[in-house]
DNA sequence: GCTGCGCATTGAACTAGTTCAAGAAGTTGC
DNA sequence: GCAACTTCTTGAACTAGTTCAATGCGCAGC
């Protein structure tokens, strides 16, 4: 194996987390499948069934789906020590509604739905690990619905800056303007009002 | 303790989710309290600690925040058998900023913090309960956002109807109005279009 | 060093949704 | 049975955000 696939990310992840011996991490690192993707390469297109959660190790990625008039809306940018995956299509064995594009030459964790159920019997304790991930995305994607609902874009713009200061040099801004729920045309227009 | 206090709604719930022996139902129903709240009254305000979750028998409520402008914005209308809290103020024991208000007499069965992790250590399978509650969730949580960047508030209210065709019968319109993310006016705007 | 493409910007016309003020209708309290 | 309150509706003026078409700019390919 490359040396790239380096454990020492999503070991300080796993840490944050949870406490386990060096024999449960053994196991865990025994799991995990390495996997590299290209720049505009898809990891996983709608239709398909998500086989896989992922974890960046490096790159950056972008979800999104096709909405009713085949636009697409952008869902989040995936970047270091962040985990992604469809988790409906993973957990129900459905075909997924997402695709998931690389947006730079990235190398990833993957950990499929077999595996995961073998750690969660082996080792519970990484229940919990998955249970806090959850709850954390739970969290974002809560605050961001509040933020769609009750802010204007210009707001919400601005939210995006602070918390993500980094994915404007790694994404097209027409992108980001997706995410935030906008036409790249009024997004460039609230920067040019914000410039001034 | 009133015979409205039924476990057999909730166990039935457990049951969909996992599988457990006569023992491990006995400690989880021992640690289970009971909870009536009259309609009006608040069962968790902003700046409190949510100290429990709460599972609806009867009744229904509303959780909702107040924006910058001192709006209320309505996040969800539990009604029975389902799960509420504010699972971030309940997990890290900070300060909610929901409000949650029963809009009917209700009665739930509450579950303090102590109580959930003492679960979790004797009978691991609630893990993975509370991860299926919170992965369903954090699904109908996306859909909610992807509606409401990528389709029109029409579209938005008829899913509504369609999802929760009971709701509108228990829970003022101007409420619906603003877990839609508009205003009680165009509300009534869309209802009159739609009626035509 | 040109060609073509992806990306950002601009402006004008438009539409979805808001704001404010007023009025009607149903409900609750006493 | 009236008063007070809450809810829903309506219309007119307004604003946030869209759509479409055009322009310019940087940069990758050859």
Redesign the interface.
Known sequence: MNEAFSYSEIDAYVDRCIAITPEERSFFHSILEPKTIERKQHLLRAGEICRYEYYVISGCLRSY?L??KG?E?N?MFPVEDWWLGD??SF?YNIPSSLYIEAMEDSILWMINQENKELL?EKV?AF??M??LM??R???A??N???A????TAEQRYQEFMEKYPAIPQRIPQHHIASYL?ITPEFLSKIRRKLAS
Chains 1, 2 share one sequence.
Not at 148 to 151: G, L, N, P, S
């Open positions: 789906y909405d009713e636009n809306v869902i988790l409906v957990t969660f519970p229940e919990r998955f249970r959850i709850q995305s739970l969290a994607i809560q961001r619905l509040y769609t609902i009750a802010k729920g």
